[in-house]
């Protein structure tokens, strides 16, 4: 690889973010458009061709200002973009704007918002993941609407094709044995070739259909295992390649960026209660092979969620179980076992439950409005100023810090953000990683942008899948050498966090998240933050209408 590709990839991808999901596909974006703040909520369409919604908020509510979006691929680029659609605004709701923004091919994409605000020209990249989720099944109605109506042409060209052949040659009215016998016969052939033209279009519809199944966007599926070497006890998390094949470049893991300073951030979540939560950063060992330290998890099963993110904008989670049997369990958390310095793990009460035997290892989760500690006499609370959340509808998630006297905690950067978030439905159908800025991949943003920049299309010119790798190691192991603070401070870089206003709590420090929760449920929320050099964190429950 050239030198100049090694210090591209330095200072590129060092400030890139990456956000995983699993069951929660929609896009939360916070920023600033010019001086607005902005609120932008992008619901993808869950077959291809098909129309995403995207709702867009300003709290202040400037006059004079307009709104317009457009899907941008990376592949393609903005050469290869239709125009831009306006947004209305919505009657009744000052400030939201609202678009069905078509997007007609799959792949790493984005919208791209543009604002026009007394001249100036404002612009901002959502990454969005353009894939088909699902194959929608036909209403009952419109098919026996279809069926009657098909009926209704077949019989109609076979009636056609029967008077051609009998009928065609003769003068009106005059029939005789010969023409009776060619109608006979142009029956059966226009049955006949009508049922052949209806067979090729079976076996065509079901191959399309075929085709858009296998199609249709799944998560990546990794084995995890638990392996043993000298004391301590490490995760292998290993991709078959069988799990790649759809997606070509996009998908190569050898293609892999750091989000935060790390190529891979691996969540455990005990099923059922949910009360064993790991935040771990496991490294490559080779382009499907990654491992990382464990904590002395207790016995039981676990959902394993691994975020990554591609130079090409394309950000998944890979997804896999875990059994950890009772003699692997030694003792409890406390004892780190060669945790990395970014590594966090967590033992609280199951959902909805506050039963079990508290330890100093053990922190009692919260609901909204229920103060929690973070340990070492820190505590957080959820402020909430909603009577009930509700799915599909955007919210604010806001937690307050407090040290030990009860003044603000000040915060510091945690790889890269002021905080972290983790929100699981209580029947793991729904994860995804939350910062402050909302739930898309930053990393995706970051190269979308720089892609969009330099006019390129397709795939061409870009480095071998081993070189790109290495060079992409040589950055993560540059970063692991920094000192903490000069490190958090780098991946930090620009960004800026809006910090909302607490009619509670004026003087303490504040986090908070954007999200629309997918569905109704159960749902558990872990907060990290990070105190005086640690990683603090507490889980909170609550219910969604």
Not at 296 to 315: K, Q, S
Not at 384 to 412: C, I, M, Q, W
């Amino acid at each position: 690889m050239k030198q100049a590709w090694y210090w591209r990839l330095i200072w590129v991808f060092v400030l890139v973010a990456n956000s995983g999901h699993v069951g929660s596909p929609g896009v939360v974006y916070e920023g600033f458009l010019g001086n607005h703040r902005m609120l932008a909520h992008v619901e993808p369409p869950d077959v291809i061709p098909g129309i995403a919604v995207v709702t867009v908020i300003l709290p202040e509510n400037p006059a004079g200002v307009s709104l317009e979006a457009k899907p941008v691929y990376w592949s393609v680029g903005l050469d290869g973009t239709p125009t831009s659609d306006p947004l209305q605004a919505v009657k009744g709701e000052p400030g939201k704007y609202q678009l069905d923004l078509w997007f007609m091919g799959s792949g790493a994409s984005s919208v791209q918002l543009t604002m026009e605000d007394g001249g100036q020209h404002y612009e901002a990249t959502i990454p969005i993941l353009a894939m088909p989720t699902a194959q929608k099944d036909m209403p009952l109605g419109l098919g026996i609407v279809l069926s009657v109506l098909g009926l209704f042409l077949v019989v109609l060209m076979v009636t056609i094709v029967m008077a051609a052949v009998g009928e065609s040659l003769l003068p009106a009215g005059d029939v005789n044995p010969v023409s009776s016998k060619r109608r006979w016969v142009g029956l059966l052939v226009g049955t006949f070739t009508m049922l052949l033209i209806l067979w090729g279009g079976k076996v065509w519809w079901e191959s399309e259909a075929d085709k858009y199944q296998r199609n249709i966007y799944k998560p990546i599926q990794g084995e995890a295992q638990l392996v043993s070497e000298g004391e301590g006890m490490f995760l292998d998390l290993t991709v078959d390649l069988k799990e790649l094949q759809n997606g070509g470049v996009s998908r190569k893991m050898s293609y892999l960026i750091p989000d935060h300073g790390k190529l891979m951030h691996l969540f455990l979540i005990k099923k059922g209660g949910l009360d064993v939560f790991a935040h771990l950063h496991p490294e490559r060992l080779d382009s499907l092979h990654f491992r990382t330290p464990l904590p002395d998890l207790p016995p039981g099963e676990y959902h394993v969620f691994a975020d990554i993110t591609r130079f090409t904008g394309f950000a998944e989670t890979i997804v896999a179980d875990l059994y950890v049997p009772e003699e692997q369990r030694v003792r409890f958390a406390s004892q780190r076992n060669g945790l990395g310095r970014d590594d966090s793990f967590l033992i609280t009460n199951t959902i909805f439950s506050a039963s079990g035997t508290l330890d100093s290892d053990f922190m009692l989760c919260g609901t909204p409005g229920i103060r929690v500690g973070l340990g070492d006499g820190f505590e957080a609370i959820w402020e909430s100023y909603v009577e009930k959340y509700e799915s599909g509808r955007l919210h604010t998630l806001t937690f307050a810090l407090f040290d030990p006297d009860g003044n603000a905690a000040v915060l510091e950067p945690y790889l890269g953000m002021m905080g972290h978030a983790v929100v699981m439905k209580h029947d793991g159908s729904v994860y995804i990683h939350l910062h402050p800025t909302g739930n898309y991949s930053m990393g995706a943003q970051e190269m979308m942008v720089e892609r969009f920049k330099s006019r390129k299309q397709g795939f061409r010119g870009i480095p071998s899948g081993m070189t790109f790798m290495d060079s992409v190691d040589q950055v993560v192991a540059w970063l692991e050498g920094l000192p903490e603070l000069e490190r958090d401070s780098l991946l930090m870089g620009n960004m800026v966090h809006w910090s909302p206003e607490s009619p509670d709590h004026e003087d303490h420090q504040l986090v908070s998240f954007p999200y629309a929760f997918p569905e109704p449920g159960s749902y558990r929320i872990w907060v990290q933050v990070k105190i005086e050099g640690e990683v603090r964190q507490a889980a909170f429950d609550v219910e969604v209408s």
